[in-house]
């Protein structure tokens, strides 16, 4: 039988026979993964640095399968010896636990996500599925995420293709630079992080009063250091600032980071553009920053090298000659904005977005224009919009999921 063509409503039956032969040869509660329930969750995310969860469901024979390598690689953990709140293996039963699993957007089985000072990791966990796997990949997120400099000198010799941010501290184990380490963790892969302590540092703070400073790419900009004005004692304000310094309002989509930004779960705006158009990316960035940026919560703003994402174009009927121009793909559909010159004018792209969030968009492609005074109309032609295609980028399909397998 294709188990994952029957619809879970007419074979329920089926999937108790299913739970039971797995529970003949496993039994959840002996496992070395803590159970996570919507009463416990936020004391354990809030009392651990690192927590690992597997959401699972008893009757997806994946999470079957996954289930007793995950515990014993939870007891491998915990017999490393690691310090108290550094790390929690857990498991979420999606079944039971409805609300956990839709805060967190599960909707396939087994899903593997990485939480950091309760901070949801942008991609899931696709490594090797073996229990020396998921121990070394616990390992290497507890490494500690900054890199030390010993005199400023270093510090004339960061990479100026990334943006960096920069501690000068009195010493490793003041509360401070714990603050700064634990932000580290979370945006490692955003920024790199830098600390100088005792004399590597005391040229650039008073004594007592360490500093935290940005640095922007040196070959997008010649502007100084910006310094951290909130408190260092705060995990959730320097937090914030540095995720506003580290992850830039519009960000260029490639096909190294489409998997982890259609993760993201947010719409795309994307101005196509050719490699050798610096103007076109200068404006549209321009446009975002002055117009949109409050709307960075419910938008992905990027850009996209129009030769390398040719097939896009094609979808929206258009070529490289077509260049520069804006779209929306909102992983159902694409939607192209009329004029890009019309970009600049005020209001103009943030009604292009309303547009997409009342659904204007969708109904227009599909019955032509809206009017002030809608008449039937029996001969309108039903046109479908172009189909999403960096939905086809994201995460790989090969579990079993709601979204497909129950439709």
Not at 11 to 36: E, M, R, W
Request: some cysteine; aromatic content about 12%.
């Amino acid at each position: 039988m294709n188990w994952k063509r029957v619809n879970i409503f007419n074979y329920k039956p089926l999937a108790c026979i299913l739970v039971l032969i797995c529970h003949s040869f496993y039994n959840p509660t002996d496992s070395g993964a803590v159970q996570i329930t919507q009463s416990n969750l936020d004391m354990v995310l809030a009392s651990n640095e690192v927590v690992f969860i597997n959401f699972y469901a008893e009757w997806c024979k994946f999470s079957n399968m996954l289930m007793p390598i995950f515990d014993e690689a939870a007891d491998t953990v915990t017999k490393e010896g690691y310090d108290t709140g550094k790390v929690v293996m857990g498991k979420v039963d999606c079944d039971r636990e409805a609300a956990v699993a839709t805060r967190f957007h599960i909707t396939k089985y087994p899903t593997l996500k990485m939480f950091r000072n309760g901070v949801p990791a942008k991609k899931e966990y696709r490594g090797q599925r073996s229990s020396e796997a998921f121990a070394e990949f616990i390992k290497k997120q507890l490494t500690d995420p900054v890199i030390t400099f010993s005199a400023l000198k270093e510090l004339h010799n960061l990479s100026e293709e990334k943006r960096h941010l920069i501690g000068y501290m009195d010493r490793r184990d003041q509360p401070e630079y714990e603050t700064f380490r634990r932000v580290a963790a979370n945006l490692k892969d955003e920024c790199q992080f830098h600390a100088g302590f005792g004399d590597a540092s005391q040229q650039m703070h008073p004594a007592g009063q360490p500093i935290v400073v940005f640095r922007t790419d040196r070959k997008m900009s010649t502007e100084p250091d910006e310094t951290y004005r909130g408190s260092l004692l705060s995990f959730e304000e320097l937090y914030k600032w540095a995720q506003e310094k580290c992850i830039p309002l519009v960000r260029e989509i490639t096909f190294e980071n489409a998997e982890e930004l259609t993760e993201e779960g947010l719409p795309f705006l994307i101005l196509f553009h050719h490699p050798t158009d610096t103007e076109s990316v200068k404006q549209y960035k321009e446009v975002i920053l002055r117009e949109l940026e409050g709307e960075k919560q419910n938008v992905n703003f990027l850009t996209a090298d129009g030769v390398r994402f040719e097939h896009p174009l094609q979808h929206l009927g258009k070529s490289i000659s077509d260049l520069p121009l804006i779209a929306i793909d909102s992983f159902r559909h694409m939607y192209m904005f009329p004029d890009y010159k019309e970009m600049e004018k005020p209001g103009r792209l943030k009604q292009f977005l309303l547009d997409l969030y009342s659904g204007k968009l969708h109904r227009e492609f599909h019955y032509g224009p809206d009017s002030d005074s809608p008449v039937l109309n029996l001969e309108v032609k039903v046109t479908t919009p172009p189909e999403s295609t960096f939905k086809k980028l994201a995460p790989s399909k090969n579990r079993y999921t709601l979204l497909r397998d129950e439709l």
